[in-house]
């Protein structure tokens, strides 16, 4: 893939599998999904049998998952990646407002070394992988694989085959890799 860098905000708008939310897909192949999603209000979370999911706050004052056992998974700050069982119903409890975070769906079998990695400073990213950028706070500088340099900040993702990246302040940076090989 052609590494580029688009806005969040024109990525298409769709609905959860259920109804409750909605989504915005940066990548769906096979065994494997990338998207960011808003979640609005307290609710039931989609199953996705046979999948791993992993989810990091983007923005928001954060959310409880629910088991139906009553235990609770917490995402309480960007940073943190909470990693789960699609088989298992969850429900979203939200801590304040809406919020917005970073899902990766992966089938374990196909996909054993998926995820999402939250980065701070440079990191060396499986060059041969489809990889997306998605920074949360402060500038990102990114080179290609065809060592082509670009610069991402928030509100913006970068998707592609990328070699290396770092921020280009020391202070207050996070970003999120996703790939299907970390």
Not at 34 to 60: E, H, K
Not at 99 to 124: E, K, W, Y
Not at 154 to 182: E, F, K
């Amino acid at each position: 893939m052609t590494p580029r860098v688009f806005s969040i905000q024109t990525l298409p708008v769709s609905a959860w599998k259920n109804g409750q939310g909605i989504t915005r897909t940066l990548t769906d192949a096979p065994g494997w999904r990338v998207s960011i999603a808003t979640i609005d209000r307290s609710c039931p979370f989609s199953t996705y049998s046979g999948m791993q999911r992993q989810q990091a706050l983007l923005s928001g004052d954060g959310l409880e998952l629910i088991t139906p056992t009553h235990e609770s998974l917490q995402l309480e700050r960007a940073g943190p990646v909470l990693s789960f069982s699609g088989a298992v119903p969850l429900t979203c409890r939200l801590k304040g407002g809406a919020v917005t975070v970073l899902n990766v769906m992966f089938v374990p079998d196909r996909f054993p070394h998926a995820g999402i990695r939250s980065v701070t400073t440079a990191f060396l990213p499986d060059a041969i992988q489809d990889t997306i950028i998605v920074p949360v706070r402060g500038s990102w500088r990114v080179t290609c694989i065809n060592n082509v340099v670009r610069h991402v900040t928030t509100g913006n993702i970068m998707r592609g085959r990328i070699q290396y990246i770092a921020p280009i302040a020391d202070h207050d940076t996070l970003c999120y890799v996703a790939s299907s090989c970390m």
